[in-house]
């Protein structure tokens, strides 16, 4: 069944560290997105990638980065987490054809203490 | 700036009774979607009316889009307890392969 997967799901970790958040799809989309989003509010994109080795920052600036070297995978890596980017992670994909209906993947929530 | 406002904010209704939403945004657009977010999940895909259309349904959803006012609402018949969510407007803007989404409206349908 086609599909788009992140992992983890909840994320607590200490200041400092390093992490990467995984999102994986199944449908063969070329499009994938990153999208910040505080408790009831509105989405923010950080990063989108229109295919394999193509990455674009997004409307919002984040200190976050991301790489797409295989069409299904497109991680998101903090290189030192701050309590700052404590938010939810949602990673998106949409198809080749408009009107390019975005698909989401279930979100990471992180917490950084 | 964002480019979907959306009112009201939080929206309390029993079930049974119809829930409307709206969404003003500021640009011309291709077409206009609407998701759906249950608490903590990511979005799922409702709707989606194309800038030449006025109204579209889907069971028990229907949009309009008034391109002179740049505005959509988001009809919701005969809501159930199971409706509770966030729900979101996106636009999208001349060819640009991204979407621009509203401050969305949180609804709450009591049993």
């Known amino acids: 069944e086609a599909d788009i997967y992140q992992t983890p799901r909840y994320l607590v970790i200490g200041t400092g560290k390093k992490i990467t958040l995984e999102c994986s799809q199944t449908m063969g989309h070329d499009k994938m997105y990153w999208y910040q989003q505080d408790p009831g509010m509105e989405l923010h994109l950080i990063h989108y990638?229109?295919?394999?080795?193509?990455?674009e920052k997004g409307d919002l600036s984040s200190e976050s980065t991301v790489s797409r070297i295989r069409t299904e995978h497109f991680p998101l890596t903090l290189e030192s987490a701050r309590p700052s980017h404590t938010s939810q992670y949602l990673c998106?994909?949409?198809?080749?054809?408009?009107?390019?209906?975005?698909?989401f993947g279930p979100g990471t929530r992180l917490t950084v203490t | 700036s964002q480019q979907g406002e959306e009112d009201p904010q939080a929206l309390s209704i029993q079930e049974g009774e119809n829930a409307t939403m709206n969404c003003s945004y500021k640009t011309s657009i291709n077409n206009l979607q609407w998701y759906r977010q249950n608490s903590g999940r990511g979005l799922v895909h409702l709707i989606l009316i194309r800038s030449n259309e006025r109204e579209k349904h889907s069971g028990r959803l229907r949009v309009t889009l008034d391109t002179s006012k740049k505005s959509s609402s988001l009809l919701i018949t005969a809501s159930r307890a199971a409706d509770t969510a966030s729900y979101f407007c996106a636009t999208a803007s001349g060819s640009a392969r991204q979407l621009t989404f509203g401050s969305g409206t949180q609804l709450t349908v009591l049993p």
């Open positions: 998106a994909s949409s198809g080749d054809i408009p009107p390019y209906e975005q698909y």
């Open positions: 990638s229109y295919g394999v080795n193509s990455t």
